[in-house]
């Protein structure tokens, strides 16, 4: 499962416990926030624990039997009872278990203070010909990884957005000479980062021949499935929005 596009460990985790019933953990923030308060010597305190530790944690609960009930109780438990703030201690049913019962305030991890969101600028193409977009597959690794996004490269301080443009389009339509155009860029917040994406367009009077691993997808395909599943490509959240504000555009 986590070789599939857009599928973390989260995601794998929950489907295989509760679909097929393997002993596995799925650890979101309320799973995190649970553990931290019933089992705060489970971690060590100096630092923010990672991802990988939580699922060590967390994996070593789970059950044989039931392991999808065991772990959808966990998440609504921090979703509905051990909230971030003011915790319903006195309907919890491990409040007597726990060491942190009683208490009102945010729990350790969450006292410390997150790291600045570093901000990421990109510069992103949609090139549109005979009705069709083209999208290429990130690489393995990284963000977003191994999902399907329009041309896409970095954009360094005091680097102009149309000089990326244009090596963009040399790379995918070699010779091209079309002349872009800005579309409402897009700021798209992440965990531990800022993305803001400088987005433009340029519509090809053909098709090019096929000089690249990308894909040309029909706009009425997307039109068709954005919002809904069994969308063409697996795409991330950022270039969903970047789709949905091109397609309204263009209409």
């Known amino acids: 499962m986590l070789r599939l596009p857009g599928v973390g460990w989260y995601t794998a985790g929950a489907v295989a416990s509760i679909a097929y019933s393997r002993r596995v953990p799925a650890v979101d923030g309320n799973v995190r926030r649970v553990l931290g308060r019933l089992l705060p010597g489970e971690v060590d305190s100096s630092c923010e624990p990672t991802d990988a530790v939580w699922r060590k944690v967390a994996g070593r609960l789970v059950p044989a039997s039931a392991p999808g009930d065991f772990n959808q109780a966990l998440m ?3 979703a509905r009872v051990c909230t971030p703030t003011a915790p319903k201690c006195d309907a919890c049913p491990l409040a007597r278990v726990c060491p942190r019962a009683g208490t009102t305030g945010p729990e350790p991890s969450a006292r410390r203070r997150r790291p600045a969101r570093r901000e990421l600028r990109l510069v992103t193409l949609a090139i549109e010909s005979d009705g ?5 597959q990130r690489p393995a690794g ?3 990884s191994g999902l399907w996004q329009w041309p896409t490269a970095g954009l360094e301080a005091g680097q102009s957005a149309l000089h990326v443009v ?3 389009l040399r790379r995918i339509v070699p010779g091209s000479r079309k002349r872009s155009i800005h579309l409402e860029g897009l700021v798209h917040p992440l965990t531990h980062r800022t993305v803001v994406f400088e987005a433009f367009a340029v519509l090809l009077n053909r098709r090019p021949r096929e000089r690249s691993p990308g894909r040309w997808i029909p706009c009425e395909r997307w039109a068709e499935r954005l919002g809904a599943s069994g969308a063409p490509l697996p795409v991330s959240a950022a270039q969903r929005k970047l ?7 263009r209409r």
């Open 76 to 78: 609504e438990l921090g």
């Open 132 to 136: 069709r977009l083209y999208f290429e």
């Open 142 to 144: 990284g963000l977003w």
């Open 166 to 168: 244009g090596r963009l």
């Open 243 to 249: 789709l949905a504000g091109y397609l309204h555009a």
